[in-house]
């Protein structure tokens, strides 16, 4: 995974670095050539190697604007491509959820799916998925960076080490509360247009459809319950993939991790979010299946939905299909993610980082 200078060059926006890098011959090499030359020494003085312009060679400087700019597109990235390439299963998930007696079992609801709306039907609503969580991620990923970095300036170099977990924690929280702004609108048309065959063809008709039937307010009418969802499940996405992956390194790697190749330390990053995953969707779920049924259906409330499907039909109804979804899903965006900042030339997220001096220094007083 790891890219060239000039390679990365030319995949990249040039905002994220801050100036070229050219190399021009001059002094001595110059000089001696001039002194060869039959050329008189007014005119202009050509070298033995032809002028290059190389590629740059600044890195980007962690916690600054194109650092969290970098960030933000890997986000968008990483959330916005996985979850509208497990549309099908999330298709699946959504209607073992609002209709359990239709369908009952994965392979079943696959089977009434396409026998009913055909292979089209098994990417129904893959627009509202693919704008909404990529909107999410820049968010998610971007505003964690952001809210880590200044939770552990407040704490100080000592508690910020001392207390990592809870600034994992906080950070990601804060960070889904305003990614679940911008994912709610596209959350609520995807779940009936998915759930509700006719309802709509996709995000342009379904959209001013929901609006003119609830309202613009209708379409954050699922944010109390998407926020139950997504904040326990975004802060068990990062927390447990940051510690998961700093034990990866410290007990099964026998090198330091900045020996490890980059291609190496993306398979810890796809390992570490795959069983990240599976506790997240684990403690996400039950809110997961009351948006699904709020966005069902109109005037519906979080006691019509304890009613209907139970506690434990909460809890468990369409689980083991979110497991497999979820795991592969969180899997994939932490490869893809630090894949994207690989290419950048960022370092992976997670596992054991270099101390600052400053930082250094002041565990050092401390201890």
Known sequence: MALSDRSRESLLPSFLYTSA???FATGAAASRFASQSPI?????????????????REKIEMYSPAFYAACTAGGIASCGLTHMAVTPLDLVKCNMQIDPAKYKSITSGFGVLLKEQGARGFFRGWVPTLLGYSAQG?????????????????????????????????????????????????EAVKVRVQTQPGFARGLSDGLPKF???????????????????????TMMKFASFETIVELIYKHA?????????????????????YI??????????????????????????VGDAVKKLGVMGLMTRGLPLR?????????????????????????TTGGPAPVAPAAEKALEASA
């Not at 809210?147 to 889904?176: C, R, V």
């Not at 039950?286 to 966005?295: C, G, I, K, M, Q």
Request: charged share 15%; hydrophobic share 45%.
């Open 276 to 301: 990240a995953g599976v506790f997240c969707a684990v403690v996400s779920h039950p809110a997961d299946n009351l948006v699904s049924f709020l966005n069902n259906a109109k005037g519906a409330t």
């Open 138 to 186: 820049a968010c998610k990923f971007g505003f964690y960076e952001f809210f880590k970095k200044y939770y552990s300036d407040i704490a100080g170099p000592e508690y910020a080490q001392k207390y990592k977990t809870l600034i994992y924690l906080a950070g990601s929280a804060s960070a889904e509360v305003i990614a679940d702004v911008a994912l709610c609108p596209f």
């Open 40 to 56: 008189p020494a007014a005119a202009p003085v050509a070298v033995d190697a032809p002028i290059s312009i190389q590629a740059p």
């Open 21 to 23: 890098a050219r190399s």
């Open 211 to 233: 609006v003119r039937s609830e309202g613009a307010l209708g379409l954050y009418k699922g944010i109390v319950p998407l926020w139950g969802r997504q904040i326990p499940y």
């Open 323 to 347: 497991i497999v979804m979820i795991g592969t899903l969180t899997g994939a965006q932490w490869g893809i993610y630090d894949a994207f900042k690989v290419m950048v030339g960022l370092p």
């Open 253 to 273: 790697v026998p090198v330091p991790k900045s020996e490890c190749s980059k291609s190496f330390q993306l398979g810890i990053s796809f390992a570490g979010g």
